[in-house]
């Protein structure tokens, strides 16, 4: 391989020496494809975690970007038969899922850096488009992430490398978060706010609900927590937020965090909106970061 | 509700104050589900981490336990438009996906060991039929948990819970684990074996692979680190065992975790066997844990 394509957004020096590559978790090879080909002209990357739900966002941003997209689009997922995650290219952007929890994550954005690098992809940003637990927001707001916090509120990302913890700064470019707040409009019927997020290891225990198998705390306790978050400046909590910032980070790649907020945990543990309007809520992201994008692109004719 | 069925796998006070239950990520509900009449029979819940794995187990187990199941098996996804998990029962087996790593698994154990308890199940056991790196084993051969250790090789699953770091013990029967292995014979084409497994946050830097797109160590200090683990006892490394053993020993359900070696990670990194020989692996571990069923089923006549 031509040892050019391998720089961009990996920080491995034995990348470099690797005859071949085998992203095996969503089924794409260096010897079968040409990545170069196939994906040099990515610009944006948006990932989220379910697989239905990254079709419905390839889809909008098809037909939102529809001038700056092929004649044709097609939404064959791209990982065949991997089964683990989902794959799209609409034009310059690629749509991916990457299932709950940062170990998950973690293994697409590795897959995607190394994709990239190898195509030869320049200047590219990443976009979360998530959903999560609101936090004194009203349910369908839209949450911009400035720093993405652990459990225990400290803006780093933990990881146990040969046998010891290793800590990873947590760093999001704040002009991107700012820009990206900044396309909701008042003509939208929610709003979009900036704010801290936290970083869950879990869906109950971990986001303090009262409503999991297990629990071993008070309603009280339960509320401290959550007005103690509030005051730091979170405003919703998700699963994936601390690995994202600090691996995107870690190889220099333009990334923002953009969830909606599905129910105000001050309020309530339970998702209780009917499920079409769960639906419409979780494309609001979309809607905001498919307009960031298409400001870019018409920046760059 | 009735109080008698929120006994049963939960460790939560606030469970039986609870008036009705949406266990969202898989799409049940207490008001909506007659959960009694739909799963009280069940006595095996399969996880594991892809939803077309789970589904051919699912088919794989329904003809091999035909004797025990329904005149007709039906193979709709009971999670309906979840797009989480995926769910299917066969006679008295539950076979769900759980996405990879904890923080994903653990959102689907919370659900089913509260879905198991409104049913008022008794007497499960849970098995995770996973894929996992080998640790000086042959490619194919199945490896049954004996202990979960954690990336320090420590038998805990940590937590972050109302802003505090928590440790719970990772504990596994040994008598099931032994029982399980027993299920090889002579005349399978690959071994059986007990080990330790280690449970790593990631695929790449976290199970010491030099192929990601990060990787800050050399290929000295990565087999320093896979020969101690190897010496340690460890036969395998995947992404969900300590959590499993932490959180079904929370709750008093009886567990065992089979996994599959699709390589020897003291040779290689890259996943290199043909798809075809993967997916024969990968049923290995349905292979011996539905024999155990069918003892278990054939002993409880």
Known sequence: MDSKSKQ?????PHFETMSSDFLYHINISTSSHDLKKLFSDVKFVCIGGS???MLNVAKYLAKELSSY???TVDFTDLTGSSDRFVMYKVGPVLSASHGMGVPSMS???????KLLTHAGAKDVTIFRLGSSGGLGIKPGTVVVTTEAVNGEIKPVYEQFILGKRCERASVLDQRIAEDVKSCGTSEDDFEVVLGKTMCAGGFYEEQGRLDGAICHYTAEDKFTFLQKLYDSGVRNIEMECTGLAALTNQVNMKAAIVCVGLLNRLENDQ???????????EMRPAKIVGRYIKK???EAK
């Open 69 to 71: 997209m092929p004649e």
């Open 8 to 12: 961009g957004y990996t920080d491995n």
């Open 296 to 298: 870019k692109l018409d």
């Open 107 to 113: 293994i697409l954005l590795n897959e995607i850096f």
């Open 51 to 53: 697989n239905g739900r």
């Open 271 to 281: 998702v209780t909106t009917p499920v079409e309007k769960l639906h419409e809520f």
